[in-house]
């Protein structure tokens, strides 16, 4: 069974940073798409940023240059580096996998920036 679990939300003032860690269960991570997306209050899920099994990086254009995505494959852990963070980057970040065409999402952790 996939479990996901973030760690590392919290409150900051705009233009400071947090770090988004996700941790997964199962032995196959390193063949899987990791990624992160976020909701915020009233709008729908959308995607932050995707790895590949093989590194390959995707972004939102709302986060480019500002936000980095990483894995660590020896650790089943995939990681979200936010910097320049802005009020309108408050949400709640959910970490993503895709097992074998199936998604799987952790709880969320909620990130709050002030103005």
């Known amino acids: 069974q996939v479990q996901l679990a973030e760690s590392g939300g919290g409150l900051v003032q705009a233009g400071g940073s947090l770090r988004l860690s996700c941790a997964a269960s199962?032995?196959?991570?390193?063949?899987?798409?990791m990624g992160w997306y976020r909701q915020a209050l009233g709008k729908q899920r959308e995607l932050v940023a995707s790895?590949?099994?093989?590194?390959?990086?995707n972004y939102a254009d709302s986060v480019k240059g500002r936000f980095t995505i990483s894995r660590d494959n020896a650790k089943n852990t995939v990681a979200l580096q936010m910097n320049s963070l802005k009020p309108e980057d408050t949400a709640i970040y959910y970490c993503?996998?895709?097992?074998?065409?199936?998604?799987?999402w952790g709880q969320g952790t909620q990130v709050t920036v002030s103005s």
């Open positions: 199962g032995s196959i991570f390193s063949f899987t798409l």
């Open positions: 790895i590949s099994s093989g590194g390959s990086t």
């Open positions: 993503h996998q895709v097992v074998f065409g199936r998604n799987y």
